[in-house]
């Protein structure tokens, strides 16, 4: 989650959604350091004191390096749920409708989810993006 999330920058509600996503368990009313150990336990992290990866406002960690896409994923009429994406064991949800910074794995994983669409007009297989999105910018 550290290439991920900046655990100590997120709110306690955001905190129990990402234990939600991984399936930790969470007794009683615990305190935002409570959970932050949670989840770093049930990653396998270490103390906090080990160095995320630089983050930006977003939450969305982008390695040292790397280059970074500002993205917005495409609001669907039929389809509410947030966007999993996931690249090299790092995985963030991304609302849709919102601007977003991810590094090059991410974003080469939003570039080639497809689907398999019948047209119908030439009655031929056709290959068309599972999330449409817009890059707003590109950084070195």
């Known amino acids: 989650m550290s290439d991920n999330l ?11 959604e990402q234990a939600q996503i991984l399936g930790v368990t969470l007794k009683g009313n615990p305190t935002e350091d409570t959970i ?12 906090p004191s080990a160095a995320p990866a630089k983050s930006d406002d977003t939450g ?4 040292k390096g790397e280059k970074r896409y500002t993205i917005e994923i495409h609001k669907d009429g039929k389809d509410k ?3 999993f994406l996931g690249c090299n064991g790092r995985t963030v949800r991304i609302k849709r409708g919102e601007q977003v910074t991810i590094g090059e794995g991410l974003f080469q994983s939003l570039k080639n ?3 398999s669409r019948l047209d119908t007009e030439t009655e031929e297989w056709v290959q068309v993006p599972s999330y449409p999105y817009t890059v707003l910018s590109v950084e070195e």
């Open 6 to 16: 900046d655990l100590n920058s997120l709110t306690k509600d955001q905190l129990k």
């Open 36 to 47: 932050r150990e949670k989840l770093r336990e049930a990653l396998g992290e270490g103390s």
């Open 81 to 83: 749920q947030p966007v």
């Open 60 to 63: 969305i960690a982008v390695r």
């Open 113 to 115: 989810a497809t689907e």
